[in-house]
């Protein structure tokens, strides 16, 4: 793994380290190492579905929080009385311990005296040899005393004093061992001559070698010779132990039926007000998704049952106020078609009476001849307003159907520009195609389509200042998309999402004597939304605007891009100086588009890739800019004549911006 590869010279273990990808020789690699990164979904994964119902179970979050705060509280308890406890016992066997040392050192201590009183009168020289025999009784005799309650160690002293009785071996009781004394508390026992000292300590016993915790009482006595010696009382804490451990078992007993019983009485106290909750939630959610008749199950007069009537009110009264809004808004709608529809007759007449006096408009004065334009054109616009209201109304009442079929988005471009050529011609503008060497396929409805893309070309004639109008068709992934350029006038700051309002102008101010009815966009985005599809607008003042269509290749898929940037590469931002100063558009930027599987789009086809920064939402973008000259736009492609828009081209006629 160490070996340098062909492709970079670079080791394969380096280039893994460096990000997880076999990176040329001075890229940079992630933002962390991928089995780091391996790592962690794979101590993730499992925690997820705790994680998911942790955060949607708001019952289990209460339960599980009382547990850990009654565990908390019966630990604290725990330990605060175990501590009372422990100090309580040490206290008492210390008081009983100093008791029963002092009484058995007096006891020594007499039975010294006694022995030096025997050895004045039998004469000195006796007492000495038996001194050992002495110790061996005293320590017999306040042992037994105490079976298990205490042990009782004999050791010589070390002061110096006597140097012959350090040969003396220790006596202890039972099998306790004499080195269970610590030899700091026997220093300190020499160092305070007749004051007796205390410490804890372990008992070791013979054979076992087991030890015990034990209180430790010694004191520096005269044997019945004069000579020094140590006695000591050694009290194990045993019964204290087993005291201590009984406590302990029943605390801990008690804290686990305390913490069950807690827990069980949050469940089901939190049952009883989370069930009402999930209960009107499962009911606001049927009613979101349209089942206005439910209602919540009341019983009791508690908050939860208030809570219940209040939340069925509420629901009638939605209920009631949408039922008016629907039939408020079914009335104007049918009011809309009804009005469309019955001034179609009149308006007919008025049709035919239009013509035949624009016709003699020849013979009239100037003013009479004027007047009979002005009518022509103002009827015309009347009839394209009547069909748009008409089509609008078919979308508010939901009763706009789908016809697709697989279509070239070619030939519909083609029959676009071909219509907008008079209109072209009369500007002073150039149509260009790009994009179409290679075929566009596309489940669509040709008419929609055709509506939308007539729409968006003759308002970029209208409103390009005859500068030039490209039309750009691209396919790629599981998306076609057509994008319509101009390079006139723009949109400012905020309204390349109002542009798709209905009735919206750009200037208020200025009467529409030009353009169409201002629903052409908004029938226009109905189409696109009713393939799946978006209709997004971009411009910058001064530099034109660009509409992209987008529709998926097959019907009923969801587009995750779009084949063309909404962004055109030659606007203002995209463009750099070059050398001599002069703003180029750089080549465009083209990424993939999640391919989707089903697509008839032949193999043969080309496909252009597309922008990764084409993301799905309205795609409104206005770039902010002091207006400056745009290029006459690209020149090349396809270019077409121009001639007047006849009168009954209503639904390709521009809208006002």
Known sequence: MGRPDPAGEIPLLRRLWSGGHLLPDGASGGPAHPLIRLFGRWVRRPLLPAARLWRRNIQLRVVATTLLMSLGVVLLLGLVVIGQVRNGLLDAKRHAAQGQAVGGFEVAEQMADRKSDNRGQDGAGAGAQDSGAWLNALVEQLASGGKGAYSVVALSSDSGET????????????????????????????????????????????????????????????????????????????????????????????????????????????????????????????????????????????????????????????????????????????????????????????????????EAREDFDPITARSAELLWGQVDRFESLLSDLLEISRFDAGAAALEAEPIDLRDVVHRVVDGAEPLAEAKGTRILVRGAEAPVIAEADPRRVERVLRNLVVNAVEHGEGRDVVVRLATAGGAVAVAVRDYGVGLKPGEATRVFNRFWRADPARARTTGGTGL???????????????????????????????????????????????????????????????????????????????????????????????????????????????????????????????SNEGEGRPRGR
């Open 163 to 358: 140097p012959y009785v350090a040969s003396r071996g220790p006596r202890a009781s039972g099998d306790v061992q004499p080195d269970s004394v610590p030899a700091d508390l026997r220093r300190r026992v020499d160092e305070g001559r007749t004051a007796p000292y205390e410490r804890y300590g372990k008992i070791v016993h013979a054979g076992s070698g087991d030890a015990e915790p034990a209180l430790i009482i010694g004191k520096r006595l005269d044997d019945n010779n004069g000579d020094a010696y140590q006695l000591y009382y050694l009290f194990p804490f045993s019964q204290e132990e087993k005291s201590l451990s009984l406590v302990k078992g029943t605390l801990a007993t008690a804290g686990v039926f305390v913490v069950v019983l807690l827990g069980a009485i949050a469940w089901v106290v939190v049952r009883q007000v989370v069930t009402p909750v999930r209960m009107a939630a499962g009911i606001s959610e049927r009613l979101a998704a349209g089942l206005l008749q439910e209602r919540m199950k009341v019983t009791g007069e508690d908050d939860i049952a208030r809570l219940g009537e209040s939340f069925n009110k509420m629901a009638q009264n939605l209920q009631l106020k949408i039922q008016q809004l629907e039939e408020l808004s079914r009335m104007q709608r049918r009011f809309v078609s009804d009005v469309s529809h019955e001034l179609r007759t009149p308006l007919t007449t008025v049709r035919m009476a239009a013509d035949v006096i624009h």
């Open 520 to 646: 052409g966009l908004s029938i226009a985005v109905e189409d696109a939304r009713l393939h799946g599809g978006w209709l997004q607008a971009w411009g910058e003042p001064g530099g034109g605007s660009q509409f992209r269509l987008t529709l998926p290749r097959t019907a009923g898929d969801v587009l995750r891009g779009s084949p063309i940037p909404l962004e055109p590469a030659d606007s203002r931002r995209n463009r750099r100086p070059d050398d001599t100063g002069a703003a180029q558009p750089p080549a465009e930027r083209l990424a993939a588009v999640p391919a989707q599987p089903r697509s008839p789009l032949p193999a043969d086809a080309a496909a252009p890739s597309a922008d990764p920064t084409a993301l799905p939402g309205n795609g409104a973008r206005v770039v902010r800019g002091a207006p400056e000259t745009p290029s006459d736009g690209p020149r090349g492609g396809r270019e077409t004549a121009a001639r007047p828009t006849t």
